[in-house]
């Protein structure tokens, strides 16, 4: 039985025991009975008060073990938020270096084009120099040319006349 029924029972014994002569709150119980169910109680609270103490030291365990692994997963998601955000700033990082890198190399081609383009352009403004000097000078050499052939066909027409004595 149930030492919480061994109990109601001895209640109930004592809830229905006479009244002493001469008293309220007295009565007579048969002491041989009475004894008998407290001893019966006894012999069993000890079990029951052992079974109750292993489970509460059971419980104190799982709870034990149960802060444990919540300590435990919770320093793991800390250390994994920390790698995630180390992670994340190297990436940042990472990202602005590369812009910057690409930056520089843009302004690099441009002043390299910007070279490249007065280079030319010098290049081609001398040659344009030259070629109109070698134009005059090759202008002048035709004029000359033509010159001296109208001087000279104006000789070799003489020459071809008769000389006047």
């Known amino acids: 039985m149930d030492p919480l029924d061994r109990i109601d029972e001895i209640i109930a014994m004592t809830e229905s ?15 041989a009975e009475l004894i008998g169910m407290l001893e019966d109680l006894r012999a ?3 079990a029951d008060l052992r ?3 292993a489970l509460l030291d059971e419980r104190d365990k799982i709870v034990d073990a149960g802060k ?3 300590d435990r997963i ?25 812009a910057r890198l690409v930056a520089e190399a843009r302004a690099e081609a441009q002043r390299l084009r910007d070279e490249v383009d007065d280079y030319v ?9 030259f070629l ?11 004029d000359k040319m033509h010159a001296l052939r109208e001087i000279g066909s104006f000789v070799g ?4 006349r008769p000389l006047a004595i």
Request: charge should be negative; hydrophobic fraction near 35%.
């Open 51 to 53: 079974r109750a103490s």
């Open 157 to 160: 027409d003489e020459e071809q």
């Open 121 to 129: 352009d010098t290049a081609l403004a001398n040659f344009e120099q």
């Open 74 to 98: 919770i320093t793991e998601g800390e250390a994994e938020h920390a790698r995630l955000v180390s992670v994340n700033e190297i990436t940042v990082a990472a990202e602005h270096e590369a």
């Open 44 to 46: 069993e609270l000890p």
């Open 68 to 70: 444990r692994e919540a």
């Open 132 to 142: 109109t000097r070698s134009l005059s000078s090759i202008e002048r050499g035709r």
């Open 17 to 31: 025991a006479r009244s002493a002569p001469m008293s309220r709150s007295n009565c007579v119980l048969e002491r």
